[in-house]
């Protein structure tokens, strides 16, 4: 089975751009999730979509950040503007359906660059 | 506020020393503990979560409540354990969202 996939793996962008990062599941999972690493911190919870409904969306950070998941399948996280803070790396997690109690399968991340 | 610290940024040791990583975390109920590894140039994985009660590779946690703590202990540890590890919390009943530490590098030395 295909695991989490991410793109793009790496993006380089100044501040003030936007930028979209695109998380695909593993096919059947309803849970997504999406989390960031900032350089030196400890991983943080951004958001957490069951089907395509955001279930808790108490990790964003601010305004500047808008997760969808159109359909229920992929999602993307955009960032616009972006700043110099929200550099880090960003990783998408699944989980199987029907509760919120089984393992969460990572991607290999994105690590965003804001200049 | 739930918190997970993980207090050793970085731990070194030989190859078939005992290794202990510290994970406390602050929690009024019962939550869910897991350790997460990531090795090198591969992605975030879990290695072990509390209710399993398992050893895998080698290492074991306990959960003691009254410390508050999940340490990861292996008795003789291997070149192939240097990795980052993340101890994280999951409320029950909650959105089953995980909350970090801050990650402890492990570096086993041959």
């Known amino acids: 089975e295909a695991g989490v996939t991410q793109f793009p793996s790496h993006s380089v962008i100044e501040k003030g751009q936007t930028v979209t990062l695109r998380c695909d599941p593993i096919?059947?999972?309803?849970?997504l999730y999406w989390y960031r690493r900032v350089m030196g911190k400890e991983i943080k919870f951004l958001l957490h979509?069951?089907?395509?409904?955001?279930?808790?969306e108490s990790g964003m950070p601010n305004n500047r950040f808008l997760a969808e998941r159109t359909g229920g399948t992929y999602s993307t996280l955009k960032v616009q503007p972006a700043e110099l803070e929200d550099s880090g790396v960003y990783f998408c997690a699944s989980s199987r359906p029907p509760g919120v109690y089984n393992e969460q399968f990572f991607g290999p991340g994105t690590r965003l660059t804001v200049l | 506020a739930q918190r997970v610290t993980q207090p050793e940024k970085l731990l070194s040791v030989f190859k078939g020393a005992p290794v202990e990583l510290k994970c406390n975390y602050s929690?009024?109920?019962?939550?869910?503990l897991f350790w997460y590894v990531q090795y090198s140039r591969q992605r975030l994985q879990l290695l072990l979560r509390h209710i399993s009660r398992e050893s895998i590779k080698g290492f074991t946690a306990d959960l003691n409540k009254g410390e508050t703590s999940f340490h990861l202990k292996k008795p003789f540890a291997q070149e192939e354990d240097s990795a980052m590890y993340y101890c994280?919390?999951?409320?029950?009943?909650?959105?089953?969202?995980?909350?970090f530490g801050q990650g402890t590098t492990l570096q086993v030395k041959p």
């Open positions: 096919s059947g999972h309803d849970n």
């Open positions: 979509f069951v089907k395509e409904s955001k279930q808790d």
């Open positions: 994280a919390l999951r409320r029950p009943g909650n959105t089953g969202k995980l909350i």
């Open positions: 929690y009024s109920g019962s939550p869910e």
